[in-house]
């Protein structure tokens, strides 16, 4: 069920957008494909405040999209955002996803693209949401 928010369906496969999400801001990364472990990070949103979260979604985002995060204090929170507005959203399982910081050197923008990449790469579980 859509709320005034998702953009209507385009003739692109979509793509897999990694989003680092904090309590106060988050980071997105959005692919520029979904099919590839090698997708290209079109742009990135850095430090974008949580409460433009929606907003952000509208104009960013398209229904065949696919948003990742790991799991963390508000990422249920933010799937059921995104959900409530028509958008695919996926919470991946941290501790796989924290193996993966442990390899690499982090900071926000890093970590999105990590995020987006382990889910392309099916080197992830998904996080049950809570009820």
């Given at each position: 069920?859509?709320?005034g928010?998702a953009?209507?369906e385009?003739n692109?496969?979509?793509?897999?957008i990694?989003?680092?999400m904090?309590?106060?801001?988050?980071t997105?990364?959005?692919?520029g494909?979904?099919?590839?472990?090698?997708?290209?990070?079109?742009?990135?949103?850095?430090?974008?405040?949580?409460?433009q979260l929606?907003n952000?979604?509208?104009?960013?985002l398209?229904?065949?999209?696919q948003?990742?995060?790991?799991?963390?204090?508000?990422?249920f929170?933010?799937q059921?955002?995104?959900?409530?507005?028509?958008y695919?959203?996926?919470v991946?399982?941290?501790?796989?996803?924290?193996?993966?910081?442990?390899?690499?050197?982090?900071?926000?923008?890093?970590s999105?693209v990590?995020?987006g990449?382990a889910?392309?790469s099916?080197l992830?579980?998904?996080?049950?949401?809570?009820r």
């Open positions: 069920m859509s709320f928010g953009k209507k385009s692109s496969p979509g793509r897999v990694g989003l680092d904090h309590p106060d801001s988050f997105a990364a959005p692919s494909e979904k099919i590839s472990r090698a997708a290209v990070v079109e742009k990135f949103f850095n430090k974008v405040p949580v409460g929606q952000w979604a509208r104009k960013h398209t229904v065949e999209d948003t990742v995060r790991e799991a963390s204090g508000n990422s929170a933010t059921r955002k995104l959900e409530a507005l028509g695919n959203a996926q991946l399982e941290s501790y796989q996803i924290g193996k993966l910081k442990e390899a690499h050197a982090n900071n926000d923008k890093i999105a990590r995020i990449k889910y392309l099916r992830k579980s998904n996080s049950a949401m809570p």
